[in-house]
């Protein structure tokens, strides 16, 4: 009742609903579902839930934005110029390049689907991994990936 009150009296029901809700649509995709509490809860507290209609750009090839994102519902293509790349799935991340390594869009992110996709600031992102060891390693082998996947195309 205490902790209940404490959130009416704040105006904060709606906060905690949607980092539940997050984190609830996290843990049921790889590699979430395998992280601990400590990484999936600082996700889901930083993340802004945003839904996406089907053929909405998320990413334009050579933007300089610095968001990352998580896949949370739907499908989403990866186009680098005019090659269909692959598709990402729920679980999948994108934007790494640009919010870690701060370099320019590579490719362009595009729905396929309807969906829904964690948006996660440059600098919240950067805390995050640099005090969680799993989520580091996790997406600095996603970084050689797309290097390696890159490289191919060029």
């Given at each position: 009742r205490t902790w209940y009150s404490f959130l009416v009296a704040e105006n904060r029901i709606g906060e905690m609903q949607s980092m539940w809700q997050n984190r609830s649509d996290l843990e049921k995709s790889h590699p979430f579902k395998e992280f601990s509490d400590y990484v999936n809860d600082k996700l889901a507290r930083v993340g802004r839930r945003r839904e996406v209609k089907e053929g909405e750009t998320i990413i334009k090839q050579g933007s300089q934005d610095n968001q990352f994102y998580i896949i949370l519902q739907g499908t989403f293509q990866v186009e680098h110029g005019s090659i269909k790349v692959k598709e990402l799935k729920p679980g999948d991340l994108f934007g790494e390049h640009a919010s870690l390594a701060h370099r320019i869009r590579n490719s362009t992110i595009r729905a396929n689907s309807?969906?829904?996709?964690?948006?996660?600031?440059?600098?919240?992102?950067?805390?995050?991994?640099?005090?969680?060891?799993?989520?580091?390693?996790?997406?600095?082998?996603l970084m050689k990936e797309r290097d390696r996947e890159l490289a191919k195309l060029s």
């Open positions: 309807e969906g829904v996709i964690l948006e996660v600031q440059r600098k919240d992102i950067e805390v995050i991994v640099s005090s969680t060891p799993v989520l580091n390693f996790h997406i600095l082998e």
